[in-house]
């Protein structure tokens, strides 16, 4: 007969958001061991597996701290509560924690309090005391007649609660009847329970006992606090990221880019310091998502996305928020894995502002195999392919705009633009493999430039530094003969060193930082390198942090509007690597805004 043989769930935390899918492991009547869902329809030996899922509420409530969510709050902030800043946010778990945590969390009450002036109150009344020089907060005691309705946002269970049982002060709410089961913000601080039991299919009553399980108490998603748009073009406005929209006008146009982390790079053992609830995919990838809408792009460019994550989740998420999606995948004539797990770069545009013209697919191993058969003395074939066989690729798609910023003068003109996304190989004794990469797309993307007048965009995770000699190939269009990264050329395929050019006049967009006017730059330029006029890192991790990310633009034919503001060591929090729960990846997203200039009549 079936029957369950184990149950157990491969998440510690429950997070609203991300689903839960229990591991059970069955016999069946063969005596054979699966874990294959046994459902009503397609029963066994005439039994199926019937699954509930329970909220376990009791009598005394319990708020979790908002930043450390795994430990119950025992302060809040009643400046939050009086400045109606989402509740969950005003929870501590202890005074430390609300010290340490006190340069991030003012940012709350300044943006509430910002908000409170443009409606027109007075800010005396709310947030007068939150402007000494200390913290001025009120910080109370929490006890166990806290209120609850406060820690949920009223939303409607999956399923509709039913009351099944109530026990000792404790009452069970029947939540679900799936295997799988996705917490709401009516299930935070409250514990969950999963049954699972075979079921004869002639008489629908349970066979044996069921198998449960209880979880730890369900919390909040962690999320970071929302960046904001900063104008560089004088504007003397800041725009805000959020999911009211952004300011902008009909002839600009915003491009994101952002290397998600691929699941298979994501391991417990290279992020030690992560939790192993932020670090699983289930989570990651539903505050990725959340976060990558929230930008609101017109134009996105991921890169670490796993092909079978592209088809089963991206795609059609982004989908429904009005994206088209184009992808290529990396080759695998190195990789030897699954190659459903094979990452590769995603670029998503706006189906009401771009239409999709045409697409190039660049892998880096053909041009490998073209350059040797040419330039490598036979005896040196294998070693040479060897070397430059690395299996990255890049993706450059044209499109039409859909709307115009040409005037009148000018009507019915298309405005076409091109839009390169790559990820560059990371290994950093390869200098000459990075280098010949960046030099292979840039050559690329001049054929296109040679055939159509058309503005350049060149977006990844180049895993070079600011100053390298392949940021100095797309930043200044050559490398210096005596850069030191020239240096390393085994196959003597960078010589000479004056063929390591280009004509395309493509300039940081982060850049425009240093170059600006208008408010908020001075605290960007705190997060700039000066020698280089690049942000001081987008990569941190415990083991690296620093500047491996860029978009670049082609300066005749497009300018800068705004740009996405920088995070500093106080944005990620005190002794901060990433990944973490709050952030998703161990990059951060880069966003500018740009606006097409109006091309001269011909």
């Known amino acids: 007969m079936l029957s369950v043989l184990r149950v157990h769930l491969p998440s510690d935390i429950p997070i609203v958001g991300c689903e839960l899918t229990p591991y059970v492991l069955l016999r069946r009547p063969d005596k054979s061991v699966t874990t294959d869902d046994v459902p009503e329809l397609a029963p066994l030996d005439g039994h199926f597996l019937r699954y509930k899922w329970y909220r376990i509420q009791s009598d005394r409530k319990v708020a979790v701290c908002s930043v450390h969510p795994s430990e119950q709050a025992t302060l809040q902030c009643l400046g939050c509560v009086k400045a109606k800043i989402p509740v969950a946010k005003s929870y501590h778990c202890s005074p430390k924690c609300f010290s340490d945590a006190w340069q991030h969390h003012r940012v709350l009450h300044d943006r509430a309090a910002s908000a409170v002036n443009e409606n027109g109150n007075e800010e005396e009344e709310i947030f007068g005391r939150f402007n000494s020089s200390g913290s001025g907060v009120i910080n109370a005691s929490l006890t166990g007649s806290a209120s609850s309705t406060s820690l949920t946002n009223g939303s409607t269970p999956l399923y509709p609660a039913a009351v099944t049982q109530r026990s000792g002060g404790e009452t069970w709410f029947e939540v679900g009847r799936s295997k799988t089961y996705t917490p709401t913000a009516d299930d935070i601080g409250h514990v969950l329970k999963f049954e699972c039991v075979v079921v004869d299919v002639e008489t629908k009553l349970p066979v044996g006992h069921p198998n449960t399980i209880l979880t730890s108490r369900v919390i909040p998603a962690p999320s970071p606090s929302p960046r904001r748009l900063i104008p560089v073009s004088g504007a003397d406005m800041m725009g805000h990221l959020d999911s009211d929209g952004r300011i902008s006008s009909s002839g600009t146009f915003t491009v994101l880019s952002y290397n998600i982390l691929s699941d298979s790079y994501a391991s417990s053992e290279l992020y030690s310091y992560c939790p192993s609830w932020a670090l699983s995919w289930p989570y990651r990838r539903q505050n990725l998502?959340?976060?990558?809408?929230?930008?609101?792009?017109?134009?996105?460019?991921?890169?670490?996305?796993?092909?079978?994550?592209?088809?089963?989740?991206?795609?059609?998420?982004?989908?429904?928020?009005?994206?088209?999606?184009?992808?290529?995948?990396?080759?695998?004539?190195?990789?030897?894995?699954?190659?459903?797990?094979?990452?590769?770069?995603?670029?998503?545009?706006?189906?009401?502002?771009?239409?999709?013209?045409?697409?190039?697919?660049?892998?880096?191993?053909?041009?490998?195999?073209?350059?040797?058969?040419?330039?490598?003395?036979?005896?040196?074939?294998?070693?040479?392919?060897?070397?430059?066989?690395?299996?990255?690729?890049?993706?450059?798609?044209?499109?039409?705009?859909?709307?115009?910023n040409q005037g009148a003068d000018n009507p019915g003109k298309r405005q076409l633009l091109c839009v390169a996304n790559t990820h560059v190989n990371v290994q950093q004794e390869l200098k000459d493999v990075k280098i010949w990469q960046v030099h292979t797309l840039l050559k690329g993307l001049e054929k296109i430039a040679a055939s159509a007048d058309i503005p350049m965009l060149v977006c990844g995770d180049f895993n070079s530094v600011p100053g390298s000699a392949p940021h100095s190939l797309l930043a200044m269009g050559k490398v210096d003969p005596l850069h030191p990264d020239l240096l390393i050329d085994p196959l003597a395929i960078l010589r000479p060193h004056s063929k390591l050019t280009h004509q395309l006049p493509l300039v940081s967009a982060y850049s425009s930082f240093a170059r600006g006017v208008g408010l908020g730059l001075e605290q960007q330029r705190r997060r700039m390198d000066?020698?280089?006029?690049?942000?001081?890192?987008?990569?941190?991790?415990?083991?690296?942090?620093?500047?491996?990310?860029?978009?670049?633009?082609?300066?005749?034919?497009?300018?800068?509007?705004?740009?996405?503001?920088?995070?500093?060591?106080?944005?990620?929090?005190?002794?901060?690597?990433?990944?973490?729960?709050?952030?998703?990846?161990?990059?951060?997203?880069?966003?500018?805004?740009?606006?097409?200039?109006p091309r001269p009549r011909r």
């Open 289 to 404: 998502l959340r976060e990558i809408v929230g930008y609101r792009a017109d134009i996105v460019c991921l890169q670490e996305v796993q092909s079978d994550h592209f088809e089963e989740f991206f795609a059609p998420e982004l989908d429904k928020h009005g994206y088209q999606a184009l992808y290529k995948r990396k080759t695998n004539e190195v990789y030897t894995g699954n190659t459903h797990t094979i990452d590769g770069c995603a670029t998503f545009f706006r189906r009401d502002r771009f239409s999709h013209v045409k697409k190039y697919e660049v892998e880096f191993n053909k041009a490998a195999q073209s350059l040797t058969e040419v330039a490598v003395q036979t005896t040196q074939k294998k070693a040479a392919l060897n070397r430059l066989v690395k299996d990255n690729v890049a993706l450059i798609v044209v499109l039409e705009a859909k709307f115009s």
């Open 530 to 597: 000066p020698t280089t006029n690049e942000p001081l890192f987008t990569n941190c991790t415990r083991d690296f942090i620093g500047t491996l990310d860029y978009i670049f633009y082609t300066a005749d034919s497009l300018t800068v509007e705004s740009l996405l503001e920088l995070l500093d060591e106080d944005s990620l929090r005190k002794d901060t690597a990433l990944p973490s729960p709050e952030w998703s990846s161990d990059h951060i997203a880069l966003l500018a805004e740009f606006r097409c200039m």
